[in-house]
């Protein structure tokens, strides 16, 4: 999907907090599900956290109870709490949204339109 922006992101000590945010294009509705995604250095583009149009959230392993995904619909925004911050989280964050979660789980760096992401990197 087009027309999206990430910000938030920097540079933070373990155990430390950021908050992204995504602000998307007015064609991404509520009826959209939302998503983040992450890439690490030589890694592929994962799906970290994504919220359905009716709320439903689901989160990887890897940062279940240290990330909170959260939206405002009036805004067109997409939150992304993180907490707790490890090295292993050092990654460039996007966000992008689908009609589905279905759609969400295809896209990768290959497949669909990003932003140009938002730079975490976690070190002390």
Same mark, same amino acid.
């Given at each position: 999907?087009?027309?999206?922006?990430?910000?938030?992101?920097?540079?933070?000590? =373990?155990?430390?907090?950021?908050?992204?945010?995504?602000?998307?294009?007015?064609?991404?509705?509520?009826?959209?599900?939302?998503?983040?995604?992450?890439?690490? =250095?030589?890694?592929?583009?994962?799906?970290?956290?994504?919220?359905?149009?009716?709320?439903? %959230?689901?989160?990887?392993?890897?940062?279940?109870?240290?990330?909170?995904?959260?939206?405002?619909?009036?805004?067109?925004?997409?939150?992304?709490?993180?907490?707790?911050?490890?090295?292993?989280?050092?990654?460039?964050?996007?966000?992008?949204?689908?009609?589905?979660?279905?759609?969400?789980?295809?896209?990768?760096?290959? %497949?669909?339109?990003?932003?140009?992401?938002?730079?975490?990197?976690?070190?002390?």
């Amino acid at each position: 999907v087009q027309d999206i922006v990430e910000s938030g992101g920097g540079l933070v000590q =373990p155990g430390g907090s950021l908050r992204l945010s995504c602000e998307a294009s007015s064609m991404i509705t509520s009826e959209y599900a939302m998503g983040w995604y992450r890439q690490a =250095p030589g890694k592929k583009r994962e799906l970290i956290a994504h919220i359905d149009s009716d709320g439903a %959230i689901e989160y990887v392993d890897s940062v279940k109870g240290r990330f909170t995904i959260s939206r405002d619909n009036a805004e067109n925004m997409l939150y992304l709490q993180m907490n707790s911050l490890k090295a292993g989280d050092t990654a460039v964050y996007y966000c992008n949204a689908g009609i589905n979660v279905d759609v969400l789980r295809v896209l990768s760096e290959d %497949i669909g339109s990003w932003g140009q992401g938002t730079q975490v990197t976690v070190a002390s």
